[in-house]
Nanobody
Framework: QVQLVESGGGLVQAGGSLRLSCAAS????????TGWFRQAPGNEREFVAA????????TYADSVKGRFTISRDNAKNTVYLQMNSLKPEDTAVYYC??????????WGQGTQVTVSS
């Protein structure tokens, strides 16, 4: 069992930055892949970024590449998403997920990010 709690969302102006946190418990984050996803009203949940079990490999959606950075602190059992140069289209509820098996098995409750123009 993995429990995930996201935090760090809020309201920011376009061009600003936010750092989201995904605090995990129940299992060490270094033992599975963690991903960030987002869902805007009326849209399906979409992939944003992931950090693989090794911690050395990351992957990003094209829409956030060069602006967002995913990282991990094993000592704090926490995964971060640094979001820079935010755009109004980044507005969504952001979720972190744990891929313990071949799919994302566990999810947090989400944190709202709103970017004003």
């Amino acid at each position: 069992q993995v429990q995930l709690v996201e935090s760090g969302g809020g309201l920011v102006q376009a061009g600003g930055s936010l750092r989201l946190s995904c605090a995990a418990s129940g299992r060490a984050v270094s033992t599975y892949t963690t991903g960030w996803f987002r869902q805007a009203p009326g849209n399906e949940r979409e992939f944003v970024a992931a950090i693989f079990r090794s911690g050395r490999r990351t992957t990003y959606a094209d829409s956030v590449k060069g602006r967002f950075t995913i990282s991990r602190d094993n000592a704090k059992n926490t995964v971060y998403l640094q979001m820079n140069s935010l755009k109004p289209e980044d507005t969504a509820v952001y979720y972190c997920g744990a891929r313990v098996t071949d799919a994302y098995d566990y999810w947090g409750q989400g944190t709202q990010v709103t970017v004003s123009s």
